[in-house]
């Protein structure tokens, strides 16, 4: 008999009897699978029933997927396709489950959670472990145990009385009263019968259990109308003082309905607010100019060494603070720009003894690109992380905080999330925004959490929340809705304005569908692309955003009042030494800078003479150079110098001595501890930099000299770590494989089922006990080689590798000479050669011939 026109007896058999396009989508939706790649189809039914793969399969499914597999697991085992769809579609035969029902059985069938025709649907044994409902883990349904389950260990007399005072008939044996009674209570009309009987009280207790949880208490002496369910089985104890509505009854009262509410249609996004599509892009177009300015500002800050890394890692709070200041933000936001810097690769740690934070040299790379380039770099490393900003101040299992660039705050479902979020923004029509919480409906149906009850807490409610702001602060979104450089960083095309329709997505399992159409989890709606599809992604999203991106200036605007007005963005080398000669007042759409003596003196010391400031502001503003500037530069480069300070500990030399008479004279100075050595030197017990900064709080203007006399120049010293790499995301288990492992691995595992299920001929001096490897001497073995070669025959043979792993693999002998067989290789599908003193044994196969 064919095995096809036989129905398979167990998972194994099931997928044997699968073509390689169904093995190969099993694969991809369950990449765990195959990691390693299973020996055989048996191996791989193993493999899929473990308690691990099962649990992170049924964390896959969309909510009805996940409903029917709930459903099977209170249907009788093996339950028929029309018992489910009761379970499902209830009494009343609810059309849209009716729809719905065959695609989510699909599913289910195709990631080797089900298997077993439509008149023998077995769910596999692990994941009905975990679905049943017990009483220490109640099913997602609230259905409680069957009949059978509940009566277990009653005594007999007592199921007899029972099934008395439910007006049956008394039986032999306490089976097949059991079984009466089970058909009473899943008979609608005779239940309702029985029912209509019951006190108004006890169909009261029946409503409050009915939906679950089923169990209740009750007393040693239960009221009259516990008691009358309690006799007619209605009620059955459990534990003592303990009680629970069997199963049958429940979906009598429920009209067949394992859910309270079943939900076989995705819930739509709605749009909140709709905008023209070139005002959502010149709003993200200015936000992702803000990114940039802020990324820069930040490692600016940081530029001859950031703050100190702790020793567990991460910055510490009073540096996360000291950071938010300094780019004028709240905390939360300073740490988003903090791990946003780290994840695209321009900021680490520099690993020194002192260990601090410091730009990377990725970071003067990307300084160098084209504006859209750099912020297209910190979009596309956003996406793809798995570090979520949005825990830094939370806690730990430990109940430790979890700190900014710090251990823990890796969330291998951030980049799915956001990539989710972004997507279903990406249905609505161009332009318009998505109302939260239709957005979180629609995510809680395609993954819904553990416990089947969405919180405000968790984790992909939050990471949802969490993209929304994240992507309005990075550019990706204007105002809500996703901008058309968003779109190109997800790699999809745009869609039609207008439309109100939500495109079809690889994984999306749609209600209108023809039942019994291919089927896909959510989990691979957004399949992961390869570095090269996300670099080309990343191009085209700088392309859109560069025209909106404003051109950086060669010129400022100088005021009287000793400010200068950046109306914009400025070309590198003015904003640079602007920087450097004044103070940054305010940011926005226009950076004011002040010019100050402090800021003027920092100029002169970084090498710059007043001419060459006089130079560069003329040359930079288009606005003559005002009176009180100039004054300013002046007068500070006039006294600048006048005092020089080297090192003694440390001196000060003048040549006006009246100079240093008023030094010694000023209160000030005293902690200094300055002594003159001569007319026109002093002489300190404090440091050279120390005395710098004491002097020139009094006013002065000293300048730093070296050993030999000369002026010394200082300038910012640029601190940078090491080479370092982008961080790794942390995966969500194994990698989906492309399509040449998946082919690869398929024929392997076709190979080895070939090899470990042919039949062979009996030879207990060949066959190793328990299905071992073969075993046979060195003289047979050759022989029964020399025989295939003239008989073409296929043998099953059992061998070794250099590195010890045993194999078998069924081949067809071409040659034999010089220790070795050359032979078709059916596990391998290819033609190899063995060593012959590697084979463990030989056995022919058996005729399969009728």
């Not at 073995?781 to 073409?792: E, I, K, Y």
């Not at 002998?813 to 067989?821: A, K, M, S, T």
């Amino acid at each position: 008999m064919s095995p096809e026109t036989t129905a398979p007896r167990s998972l194994a058999e099931a997928l044997r009897a699968r073509d390689d396009a169904s093995l190969s989508a099993l694969l991809r939706s369950r990449p765990d699978l195959i990691t390693p790649v299973p020996t055989d189809l048996t191996q791989l039914a193993t493999r899929a029933g473990t308690r691990a793969s099962v649990v992170r399969a049924l964390e896959r499914l969309d909510r009805f997927a996940l409903q029917t597999a709930e459903a099977l697991a209170v249907a009788p085992e093996p339950a028929a396709y029309g018992e489910l769809l009761g379970l499902l579609a209830g009494d009343d035969a609810d059309p849209a489950v009716t729809a719905a029902c065959p695609h989510a059985l699909a599913t289910l069938r195709e990631q080797a959670l089900v298997w077993g025709g439509d008149d023998r649907l077995r769910l596999v044994r692990t994941a009905r472990e975990l679905l049943a409902p017990t009483p220490r883990h109640p099913s997602p349904t609230g259905l409680g145990p069957t009949v059978a389950e509940a009566t277990t260990g009653m005594s007999p007399g007592r199921v007899q009385e029972i099934v008395a005072a439910a007006g049956l008939a008394t039986t032999h044996d306490a089976v097949s009263a059991v079984a009466s009674l089970s058909g009473l209570f899943s008979d609608r009309e005779r239940m309702s019968a029985l029912l209509d009987e019951a006190p108004a009280e006890a169909v009261e207790v029946l409503s409050r259990l009915v939906w679950g949880p089923p169990y209740g208490q009750v007393t040693a002496d239960p009221a009259d109308h516990l008691r009358w369910l309690m006799d007619r089985g209605l009620l059955l104890p459990t534990a003592p003082g303990t009680v629970v509505l069997p199963r049958e009854a429940a979906l009598h009262l429920r009209a067949g309905r394992a859910h309270r509410v079943t939900e076989p249609v995705a819930p739509a996004v709605e749009a909140a607010t709709a905008h023209r599509p070139q005002v959502v892009d010149a709003a993200a177009a200015g936000q992702a100019y803000t990114t940039l300015a802020t990324v820069e500002e930040l490692l600016k800050d940081w530029h001859e060494g950031g703050p100190a890394v702790l020793r567990a890692g991460g910055l510490s709070v009073r540096d996360l603070k000291r950071t938010a200041v300094a780019l004028d933000v709240a905390e939360p936001v300073a740490a988003f720009w903090v791990e946003l810097a780290h994840a695209a690769g321009l900021v680490a740690s520099d690993g020194e003894a002192d260990e601090r934070y410091a730009a990377t040299p990725a970071y003067d790379e990307w300084l160098e690109l084209p504006a859209a380039e750099r912020w297209a770099r910190l979009a596309s490393a956003w996406l793809a992380a798995t570090r979520t900003a949005g825990l830094v101040g939370g806690r730990d299992a430990k109940d430790r905080t979890l700190s900014a660039l710090g251990p823990g705050l890796d969330r291998s479902a951030a980049p799915d999330v956001r990539h989710r979020v972004l997507t279903l923004l990406g249905t609505l029509p161009e332009g318009s925004s998505a109302t939260a919480d239709s957005l979180l409906a629609r995510l809680y149906w395609e993954r819904p959490p553990r416990g089947g009850r969405a919180a405000p807490d968790d984790l992909r409610t939050r990471l949802a929340r969490w993209t929304l702001s994240e992507a309005e602060l990075l550019g990706v979104t204007g105002r809500g809705a996703l901008s058309t450089a968003g779109r190109a960083l997800l790699g999809a095309p745009p869609s039609a304005a207008g439309a109100g329709t939500q495109p079809p997505k690889a994984g999306d399992r749609a209600p209108s569908a023809a039942p019994g159409g291919p089927a896909r989890p959510v989990a691979d709606a957004v399949p992961p692309r390869s570095p090269a599809e996300r670099a080309a992604a990343a191009r085209e999203a700088a392309r859109l955003v560069a025209p909106l991106l404003p051109e950086p200036l060669d010129h400022v605007l100088l005021q009287a009042d000793l400010t200068a007005v950046a109306p914009g963005p400025l070309q590198r080398p003015l904003a640079d030494t602007l920087g450097v000669l004044a103070d940054v007042e305010s940011k926005g759409g226009a950076t004011v800078y002040r010019f100050t003596p402090g800021s003027v003196r920092r100029a002169l010391d970084a090498g710059r003479s007043a001419s060459d400031l006089h130079a560069f502001l003329t040359a930079h503003s288009r606005t003559p150079v005002p009176q009180p500037l100039a004054y300013l530069i002046d007068d500070v480069a006039r006294r600048h110098g006048h005092l020089r300070i080297g090192a003694a500990s440390a001196y000060v030399r003048c040549d006006d001595d009246a100079m240093l008479s008023e030094i010694l004279a000023d209160k000030r100075s005293q902690g200094l501890r300055l002594r003159r050595l001569a007319p026109t030197v002093l002489a300190a017990q404090a440091e050279p930099s120390a005395l710098l900064e004491g002097l020139r709080a009094m006013g002065f203007a000293p300048a730093a000299e070296s050993a030999d006399g000369d002026v010394l120049i200082t300038r910012a010293h640029a601190h940078r770590t090491p080479p370092r790499a982008e961080p790794e995301p942390v995966p969500d288990g194994p990698p989906v494989p492309d399509a040449t492992l998946l082919g690869a691995a398929v024929r392997a595992i076709r190979a080895g089922d070939l090899a470990s299920t042919a039949p062979r001929k009996a030879d207990p001096a060949a066959s190793g006990p328990g299905g071992e490897l073969p075993r046979t001497s060195a003289a047979d073995t050759l022989a029964t080689m020399q025989a295939a070669v003239l008989t073409g025959d296929a043998l099953w043979i059992g061998y070794v590798n250099a590195e010890g792993s045993a194999s078998q693999r069924v081949i067809a002998p071409i040659r034999v000479e010089g220790g070795f067989v050359t032979a078709y290789d059916h596990t391998a599908d290819e033609v190899r050669t063995y060593p012959l003193h590697r084979v463990t044994g030989v056995a022919e196969l058996a005729d399969e011939r009728p």
